[in-house]
């Protein structure tokens, strides 16, 4: 078997918590999203479910009419509001749309049932979500507090496996850790670092998805204001951004969670930037603050991805948070150089040493080579994330981060890597299926490496 079968569905209307249900639902697969049943574009492939969700009977019969003409494979279900008379939009939907079981109304995603989907070369799930927020455990003298990895399952327990060979994760030394905090929140993952270009918002675009995807209840913040492009890299549709959540900050949950974009393959929710840097100013100073508190309570992980910084950025984690700074650099001369007048800024700042870790990406070097890069910046490197401009650039014309385009390639595995490391718990890295892996290497002319993994991340004590 080349890959699981997929139910293929194309959303319009639906809003974010019912796109990231679906996200979730095991063998679903999104073709699309449009707001409205006049912007829905042509599918690349057969759709075996449209999904509207409608406000009123006029509404939903006029969308429906629309994807009938103009895309007639596939069921139709129409998502009627709260209270709705179910029996009196069927018998007006099978007048003018057609006739069940090809067209439908139904009160929730629930009452749908499965389609008999296509195979598509697999881009498996992660396991289901591993509950609440990971709560603090004690850290080593050199340790950041990193969640407690929760019971696993039996079951499940070789599918967590790292990887990074046994004898060989044995021997890694830890990342630094900051002192345990009291809490209740979630993770925080700060994405940041001295020099633009480095690759600050693909990596906290990738670290975002894998946790998604492995069951994790992730949220990524845009939070380079003037030149926010994370929902643009994640390939998402036009919607709510930051502006729209700065009245909402103290609202109702619903309210709150509506402003964020839902990646629908994933799962994972994202707060956009502005969409023009014109409107950066509009920002007041205690938003960021502000919504990291509530967003750490919501998730299980927060992955920030913030503007480059010629310092650390001074204010304390939320309360009650763990949180760790990824400072991100490149190896050319020029951004070591800035990331190591960085790391010093730390100290002058009174932030220790467990609160932060460098991750060195577009990593072309050879191994013996990483002792050096680390002896000149002074710090610890956590991660080493291999260069591949093209496989990324492949990735991105697919619409797909890199973990799911290719979950195999040596730089999606070091994220993934990296990822167990802050949690403090191997992963595995999602496999895809034999098919999807022969296009990719024909696509490239190349085979990806069979030691790949284990080339992609290295950690040192510093």
Known sequence: ???????????????PE????????????PAGLARTADAVTDPRGPVDLWLVQAGDLADALRSGRIIRERHGQGDLYLLAPPGAPLDVWQAAAAALLGVEPGVRVVASLDAIP?????????????????GGPPP?????????????????????????????????????????RRDPVAARGGL?????????????????????????????????????????DAAVALDLPPGPTVLDLQPLLDGDDEGWL????????????????????DLAGLIEPPTLPRLLRRAATAFDVVVVDLPPAPAFPTGPWPEGS???LL?????????????????????????????????VNRWRGADAMRAETEKYLAGPVIAWVPDDPEAVQRAAADGLPLGLAQPGHPAAEAVTALLGRILGTPLRPQRQGVLRRLWHRWRADVRTPADGGRRGVGFHAG
Do not use: F, N
């Open 1 to 15: 078997m080349t890959g699981e079968p997929k139910t293929w569905w194309y959303g319009v209307g639906l809003r």
């Open 18 to 29: 019912q796109i990231e249900r679906l996200a979730r639902r095991p063998g679903w697969a």
């Open 114 to 130: 499965d389609a008999d989907g296509r195979e598509e070369p697999a881009l498996a799930p992660g396991p289901p979500g591993l």
């Open 136 to 176: 603090a455990v004690a850290a080593p003298p050199d340790g950041v507090a990193v969640p407690r990895p929760q019971a696993t399952d039996p079951t499940t327990a070789g599918r967590r496996a790292g990887s990074i060979p046994r004898d060989q994760r044995e021997a890694v030394p830890p990342p630094p």
């Open 188 to 228: 925080l993952v700060m994405v940041g670092g001295a020099k633009g270009g480095a690759g600050r918002t693909w990596l906290a675009c990738e670290l975002a998805v894998t946790a998604a995807v492995h069951g994790l209840r992730c949220g990524l913040v845009d939070a380079h204001w003037a030149a926010a």
């Open 258 to 277: 509506d402003q964020w974009l839902v990646h629908p393959r994933s799962g994972l929710r994202v707060l956009a930037g502005p969409p023009r840097p």
């Open 322 to 324: 763990p949180g760790v």
């Open 327 to 359: 400072a991100v650099t490149t190896p050319e001369p020029g951004a070591l150089r800035r990331t190591r007048l960085w790391i010093e800024a730390l100290g002058a700042h009174g932030v220790p040493g467990s609160e932060w870790a460098v991750v």
